[in-house]
């Protein structure tokens, strides 16, 4: 049975258990074919988690703004280069890019477009070690005022076909592999060619988008404790037709 996994920023926050995950989704490879994932959390007390060094440097003074973005990709570039994946996502030009991306944006768009970047590089990321799909939330997710989903459009897009989830997911059904998506972000209901974040602390959204649209099974994983329970949850949601 399809199984949506949610995996959060702790389980992600270094190279080695990164790894760890990469072997945990390839033992259920069979069902674990949604994987929904946060940006890396923090590898010990007193660290940042890639979040709150992405608002950093949304928020700082130009001056500063290259040290704190040398600081996000050197801890990326650990875990690329602990998944080997270096000669598939440079992460150097990947964060460049973003930021000059966001420069040609409207300011008050710009916060929300480079903190989603977290999780986008992430999901990237494990697409390529895992070999699956990916599937980005801005192209299907809308987002309203409230900083929440809008469920009915999220239907309606799913029915429509808009952003090719529905073929991808009916595809990856068919094959060995599955689909990579990240967290806590989708299109801004005013303007759909912008990026909007979900209000912070609300990590499992997508991961909840992701089981009503597919109506497959659940499986969070918030740390690394989770990983050794493989049972997932018996809760099912009606697939939408």
Not at 37 to 58: N, S, W
Not at 192 to 198: A, N, S
Not at 218 to 236: C, F, Q
Request: glycine share 10%; charged share 25%.
């Amino acid at each position: 049975m399809l199984t949506v996994v949610n995996l959060g920023g702790k389980v992600l926050a270094d190279a080695g258990k990164v790894e760890k995950i990469r072997s945990f989704i390839d033992d259920n490879r069979s069902t674990y074919r949604v994987i929904v994932v946060a940006p890396p959390g923090k590898r010990f007390p007193v660290d940042e988690t890639i979040t709150e060094l992405l608002y950093r440097f949304a928020h700082a003074p130009e001056k500063l703004k290259s040290q704190i973005l040398e600081i996000v990709i050197g801890r990326f570039s650990q875990i690329v280069r602990g998944l080997h994946v270096s000669s598939s996502f440079n992460v150097g030009r990947y964060f460049l890019d973003a930021r000059k991306a966001a420069m040609e944006m409207p300011e008050v768009n710009r916060p929300d477009y480079l903190v989603s970047r977290g999780s986008n590089a992430m999901a990237l990321i494990l697409s390529y070690a895992l070999n699956y799909g990916i599937f980005d939330a801005k192209d299907f997710i809308e987002v309203n005022a409230s900083g929440d989903y809008n469920l009915g459009k999220i239907k309606e897009n799913y029915t429509n076909g808009k952003g090719g989830l529905k073929d991808k997911l009916t595809l990856e059904r068919k094959a060995p592999g599955g689909v990579v998506i990240p967290s806590s972000y989708g299109y801004s209901y005013k303007e759909t060619g912008y990026i909007k974040l979900f209000p912070r602390g609300r990590s499992n959204v997508t991961g909840d988008i992701m089981k009503m649209i597919t109506g497959g099974f659940y499986k969070d994983v918030p740390n690394m404790e989770a990983i050794g329970h493989h049972r997932t949850s018996p809760v099912r949601v009606p697939q939408m037709q």
